[in-house]
């Protein structure tokens, strides 16, 4: 049995995690990020298995802050108090899959605005401003840790074991969660090997877009809901499994938000719906293209409609070109607009109305 971890093999490992991240094309490499890793939690030559559980926690249980709090030392490798301009540079380069000989001259250029706007005439960036800021939370290392590919070849999982887990996570009763088994179920697709092994039942994209569209057309005979029901179905899909699909405790987190989640809960996963990319930012375009696949179910999204969209984006967004998390959820357009709406409106996810 294998007690410690060589730096070399730490390296060999972390770049390998990484490898799913991206198709093998684009050159990539996560060897010098993980050294840095491995320099951040251990300072000698080796790893041992607490200190590698030490290292798996962030990438699963680990809350927002830790998380941030993680990328922040990752930074601030010599624990000098604050993040200069080499050390800035140099994870961004790294947790980017990128070394100095491949730098282009628009990515230093994006990486020099990005520590600007946040050092200052400081220069530098302390801890407080770090963690405090949105990029702590969008920079490439904190998708890296919550990678829904990276964390199932980690073996980790969100998925809930039972229906008392789900009652936990829902609010729902053991009876409503019985009802939404049975809706599931009528729903969802399992073959016939499947009902002899014991495969749990799933409802693919397909099933789900065929769904969501027949009832539209019951209820509106113009319109094309079925962009909107595949971006509603990428936004539920927790992508833990090898094919999209969604499984039955998805369903009843869709149900949720529908039934008894909070406006607030409501108001991050119309943020999630825009931002699919987890870029930590909208762009006008993702901004627009929300806009036109909710209009699409009822009606038609017409080059008014485009223009009235396009400057409640720039209003959000201001000299920026893109909105951040926190100003999206602390807009008036979020709970004014007709997806927030139509959660607490929509018969088609209400089989507990």
């Not at 996570?169 to 697709?189: H, P, S």
Request: proline share 2%; charged share 35%.
């Amino acid at each position: 049995m294998i007690k410690e971890l060589t730096k070399k093999q730490f390296i060999l490992f972390y770049d390998d995690l990484f490898s799913v991240t991206h198709s093998g094309k684009e050159g990539l490499s996560f060897r010098k990020l993980g050294e840095r890793v491995f320099l951040t939690i251990n300072k000698d030559s080796t790893i041992d298995f607490k200190e590698f559980q030490y290292l798996m926690f962030f990438h699963s249980e680990a809350s927002e802050e830790v998380k941030k709090t993680f990328i922040y030392k990752l930074h601030d490798l010599d624990d000098g108090g604050d993040v200069d301009w080499k050390e800035f540079r140099t994870v961004a380069r790294l947790m980017r899959g990128k070394d100095d000989k491949k730098q282009s001259k628009e990515l230093e250029e994006q990486i020099k605005s990005e520590f600007k706007e946040k050092a200052g005439s400081d220069r530098k960036i302390s801890k407080a401003e770090f963690l405090a800021s949105s990029y702590s939370t969008s920079c490439e290392m904190y998708k890296l840790l919550i990678h829904a590919k990276v964390r199932r070849k980690m073996g980790f999982t969100t998925k809930p074991h039972g229906t008392d887990e789900i009652m936990q996570r829902t609010g729902f009763t053991k009876a409503q969660v019985q009802i939404l088994q049975r809706k599931f179920n009528r729903i969802a697709f399992r073959s016939k090997l499947g009902r002899i092994t014991g495969e749990a039942p799933y409802i693919s994209r397909e099933r789900f877009i065929d769904y969501y569209v027949d009832f539209f057309h019951t209820h509106h005979k113009s319109g094309n809901p079925t962009p909107f029901a595949s971006l509603v179905f990428d936004s539920i899909d927790d992508g833990e499994d090898e094919i999209a699909k969604i499984e039955f405790h998805e369903f009843a987190n869709l149900i949720r938000l529908h039934v008894n989640a909070s406006d607030e809960e409501r108001k991050l996963w119309i943020y999630n719906l825009h931002d699919l990319d987890e870029s930590g930012i909208i762009e006008e375009k993702e901004f627009v293209d929300v806009a036109r696949c909710m209009k699409g179910t009822i009606g038609y999204f017409t080059e008014e409609d485009k223009k009235k969209t396009i400057d409640e984006f720039r209003k959000i967004a201001g000299e920026n070109n893109s909105i951040e998390k926190d100003e999206f959820l602390q807009s008036d357009y979020v709970t004014n607009c007709a997806i927030f709406k139509s959660l607490t409106s929509n018969p088609l996810f209400q089989p507990l109305a």
